[in-house]
């Protein structure tokens, strides 16, 4: 009787592949790449820390254009519009965009004409003939010169 | 700092807080306790003391005796901000007079400074309302600072199944108001430190000598 012997069904290279050795050489490899990464040597003391944290570079400049508004007396700087004026401007024109939106009915509706702006108590001018015209139910703000 | 990225593995860390909380309970205060050590707050509560300071009674003041300036302690307490990034808004004031700070903080562009004017404005109404301050703009900012409040811990996943802690950071801001003008100080030159250096040489004495 002969014994059969087994034989591989591939003829392969005398070397088998080792996918188990793969991973592990990976994992290595991972860590191995940290060894050439900058690492901090030592810890930073907090007396360092501060003097970085705390040197005038880092902090905050006061500011010496602050000045107050000569309309309303708030704070505004040198070179930028009065925050409270600004907003009250603002809150009017809104309230005279709303009316013009009203009037439009839809968008893009506008008529190819100037727009005047009257407050109670105004009557058109003759300049203002062939225009559009807004009415506000108040007086006329101070700001908001006629003419 | 704010986000503390203490990579660790997941099972390890879950173990770490476990015995954490158990050591919390552990520690939980007590039912019965002796009198001398009664804990009426919780580790939740944190200290009160900068408002308990408002509360301080002075003996009254003989008649020749220059008249206590009067202080306001005010703070405000879990702000969501770094307590390193309001420090600087805070040595910023420190020292102004009370209109000064407002204008500087209402022109500063950093998420403490309109908490840090609120602030502000709500010590300077409490001093006049209720402790006896005539004018309101007589008020200069005597301390400033800021404290670390309480943190939420939440989980920041990295890549490769990693996590880190991140910290949700929170933090107190502490004002005390004095009535009258700053003390200026005169700033002090490197010919000073020299001499107050020698001084405290000089100032040594040998002890059990004859």
């Known amino acids: 009787m002969c014994t059969v012997v087994p034989a591989l069904a591939v003829q392969g290279p005398g070397i088998f592949p080792q996918p188990h050795r793969n991973e592990e050489t990976e994992e290595h490899s991972f860590l191995d790449n940290i060894f050439w990464m900058a690492a901090p040597k030592k810890r930073r003391t907090i007396e360092v820390n501060r003097c970085r944290r705390r040197n005038p570079q880092k902090l905050i400049e006061i500011k010496t254009n602050i000045e107050p508004c000569s309309e309303c007396g708030n704070l505004k700087q040198k070179h930028v519009l009065c925050g409270f004026c600004y907003e009250k401007v603002r809150r009017e024109t809104a309230i005279i965009r709303g009316q013009i939106q009203a009037q439009e009915g839809k968008p893009l509706n506008n008529p190819a004409v100037e727009t005047v702006v009257l407050y109670e108590g105004e009557k058109p001018a003759d300049t203002d003939a062939g225009k559009r015209i807004v009415e506000r139910k108040r007086q006329r703000p101070s700001w908001f010169t006629q003419y | ?210």
Not at chain 2, 12 to 20: D, I, K, P, T
Not at chain 2, 47 to 63: A, D, F, T
Not at chain 2, 76 to 82: A, E, F, G, M, T
Request: aromatic share 8%.
């Open chain 2, 1 to 210: 700092m704010a986000a503390s990225c203490a990579v660790g593995l997941g099972v390890s860390l879950a173990r770490g807080l476990v015995r954490y909380a158990e050591a919390s309970r552990l520690l939980a205060p007590c039912r019965v306790l002796p009198q001398s050590c009664i804990h009426t707050t919780t580790a939740l509560e944190g200290n009160k003391n900068w408002e308990r300071k408002n509360r301080v009674l002075h003996q009254p003041q003989p008649p020749e005796e220059t008249r206590r300036a009067a202080e306001v302690f005010h703070c405000r307490r879990q702000i969501k901000y770094s307590k390193d990034k309001m420090w600087y808004l805070a040595k910023m004031i420190r020292g102004m007079t009370i209109e000064q700070a407002i204008a500087q903080l209402e022109f500063n562009d950093k998420k403490g400074a309109a908490i840090i004017k609120e602030v502000l404005l709500e010590a300077q109404e409490m001093a006049v309302k209720s402790h006896n301050v005539e004018y309101k703009s007589n008020l200069y900012v005597a301390e400033s600072f800021s404290g670390k409040g309480q943190y939420l811990k939440r989980i920041r996943i990295h890549g490769r199944g990693m996590f880190g802690i991140m910290d949700k950071v929170y933090c107190h801001y502490f004002v005390k108001l004095v009535e009258g003008v700053a003390p200026t100080e005169e700033p002090r030159t490197g010919f000073d430190q020299a001499k107050e250096y020698v001084q405290q040489l000089r100032n040594r004495t040998i002890i059990h000598s004859l």
